[in-house]
């Protein structure tokens, strides 16, 4: 029987396509091989680019596909897959986000990019903050979906008990169809057949070994981390109903950068808001990207 994600992968491929959005393989260093979806040049001329990170759960365009096709006529859109995700991986056994962040800005800066708004979701609004610390001649701005800067391990634990698992890879790294729907249970979102949740489990989870290293890698110590001063205006979009990383720790993080930062609250949506209401996240990142290119 065919694989419904498998048989939808080609049919996303011919979509990004008329998009003109393309995927392309970038060599970040020996060992390292990273997958951009990017525009192609003709698309690209003269328009702000806008790059996408993904969370722990999907790849590059199977978290962002609406959005792409939202603002690819308006902006040059680019989509990476993570490190261990989609069609990136490396020999490399360093799994900090610090090193997320650097191999997605090389491959950037490899694709000719210069300057760049940066759209994260979940670990991938981490590793959007992080470049904003390491490249802030290449990011512009930060928009955090659903995030924060850092794992530290007082959240971490907070989180976790709340969620009632003992490690990130028990929730991330599901090994049933049961475990998914855990992954992506939500009262919000459609009721997802079991034979399409299975079909995810197949394809979707590749890499088990890695994936854990980078889930107990982005944990970091309380004592290691300080809210950085970020040069970029940062802006935090949350899902009121977030059970993660819930609206009174995104607040504290808008008080904490002050002036620098904006705050939206999605409503009627949780942790996947970007899937939970897409077209109204689409809607609040159109005004988002407005603000940050004086758009009127």
Not at 34 to 42: D, G, H, L
Not at 47 to 70: E, I, R, S
Not at 200 to 207: K, S, T
Request: charge should be positive; hydrophobic fraction near 45%; include cysteine.
């Amino acid at each position: 029987m065919v694989n419904t994600i498998k048989l939808y992968q080609p049919l996303l491929r011919a979509a990004m396509n008329l998009a003109g959005v393309r995927p392309q393989k970038i060599e970040i260093e020996p060992g390292t091989i990273m997958n951009f979806w990017a525009p192609t040049r003709t698309q690209s001329n003269n328009k702000n680019a806008v790059v996408f990170l993904h969370g722990f759960f999907g790849d590059g365009m199977m978290t962002w596909q609406l959005q792409v096709l939202a603002l690819a006529r308006k902006y040059a859109v680019y989509v990476p897959d993570l490190l261990f995700f989609g069609g990136s991986a490396t020999g490399d056994s360093r799994r900090m986000v610090d090193f997320q962040a650097e191999c997605v800005a090389k491959g950037l800066v490899a694709l000719g990019l210069q300057r760049c708004t940066v759209v994260g979701f979940s670990y991938g609004g981490m590793v959007a903050f992080k470049m904003a610390e390491l490249r802030p001649e290449l990011v512009e701005s930060v928009v955090a979906t659903c995030s924060l800067p850092a794992m530290t391990e007082s959240i971490s634990r907070e989180c976790l008990e709340k969620l009632g698992f003992p490690a990130w890879s028990d929730l991330l790294l599901p090994t049933s169809v049961s475990g998914v729907k855990k992954v992506v249970g939500s009262r919000r979102l459609p009721r997802i057949p079991n034979r399409v949740l299975k079909d995810g489990l197949e394809v979707m989870f590749d890499y088990r070994k890695e994936r854990t290293e980078l889930l107990e890698a982005f944990v970091i110590p309380d004592k290691d981390f300080t809210l950085p001063d970020y040069s970029q205006k940062v802006h935090l979009v949350c899902g009121e109903e977030d059970k993660i990383f819930n609206v009174g720790l995104v607040k504290d993080i808008k008080e904490k950068l002050g002036d620098k930062a904006t705050l939206e609250c999605i409503e009627k949506a949780g942790h996947l808001a970007i899937l939970e209401r897409p077209f109204v996240y689409s809607k609040c990142l159109k005004r988002i990207l407005a603000s940050i290119y004086d758009e009127r």
